[in-house]
């Protein structure tokens, strides 16, 4: 191709964009056009060849942020995080571009993959791994500062460590969702059901269980503490004045959590526990 604004020819390799990412190499690993066993296998490899791209990506970024913990360096695992965040978000877009291919065009071209199954890809047990390094690293981050995860999301709490944790529920988050959006592209295409086997042996059916493993299930079980934990009284009555709640000193809320008060400012006006 004769590119008229560079009056270079592309696509030959030669140019620095091209021997830079490798793009001769990069562009052979789909079928070819004589190879393909339908014209929509083009648009499936280059999807899953994408999303292994990208969780290679997410996987490296999340090494570092093992590495940042254990540093102490929060403004720069907090700023990976929130790349990772992207990578999953980016991922489930691409699985949608999948769902333009239609049930019948699919069920050709799995007659040409063998036994391959999703849990076979490196991305997402590379993924889980480095998971598993995280949530490691952020136990010993609680340790060296003395804290659990009650006390980081309780009133008052360590603001640093509450950001991180946020963070790595909104990867977790995103990581579910791009589970639940293979999980609809499975319906969309096989079905699910215990009768519809995955091409491992496995019964589509499982796809939805695997939705509710969390990467880091300590940040969930949290909010299930907290939520056991809580209690109607102390808080502020409809219509009572709240001026000052949002102003008290961090101590004045530990306080009025050991006095079971919402409120610091305004004790008085909560709720008697009879009117509970």
């Not at 999980?183 to 086997?197: E, P, Y």
């Not at 934990?229 to 008290?248: D, T």
Request: with cysteine.
């Amino acid at each position: 191709m004769f590119n008229p604004l560079l009056k270079k020819w592309v696509g030959r390799g030669e140019l620095d964009y091209e021997v830079y990412l490798k793009t001769p190499e990069l562009l052979s690993l789909q079928a070819g056009e004589a190879e393909r066993v339908a014209h929509d296998e083009l648009l499936f490899q280059v999807v899953h060849q994408a999303q292994e791209l990208w969780l290679k990506l997410a996987s490296r970024e999340a090494v570092e942020v093992v590495a940042e913990l254990d540093t102490d360096a929060l403004w720069g695992a907090s700023a990976r995080l929130e790349r990772v965040h992207r990578v999953l978000r980016s991922m489930v877009g691409e699985l949608s571009v999948l769902e333009t291919m239609t049930p019948d065009t699919y069920q050709v071209i799995r007659r040409s993959l063998g036994n391959g199954s999703g849990q076979e890809s490196p991305g997402y047990n590379m993924l889980r791994l480095a998971a598993g390094g995280l949530e490691a690293a952020l136990e010993r981050l609680l340790a060296r500062r003395g804290v659990t995860l009650k006390t980081v999301y309780s009133a008052g709490g360590p603001a640093d460590l509450k950001r991180i944790c946020e963070q790595l529920v909104d990867v977790d988050e995103a990581f579910q969702n791009w589970l639940y959006a293979h999980f609809q592209l499975v319906r969309r295409t096989i079905g699910v059901d215990r009768a519809v086997k995955a091409l491992d042996g496995l019964p589509s059916q499982v796809l939805a269980g695997r939705m509710t493993m969390p990467l880091f299930r300590q940040l969930w079980d949290v909010r299930v503490e907290l939520t056991s934990s809580w209690r109607r009284e102390g808080g502020v009555a409809p219509g009572a004045s709240r001026e000052g709640c949002m102003h008290a000193p961090p101590e004045a809320y530990a306080k009025a959590r050991a006095a079971g008060v919402g409120c610091p400012m305004h004790a008085a006006a909560a709720y008697p526990p009879a009117e509970r």
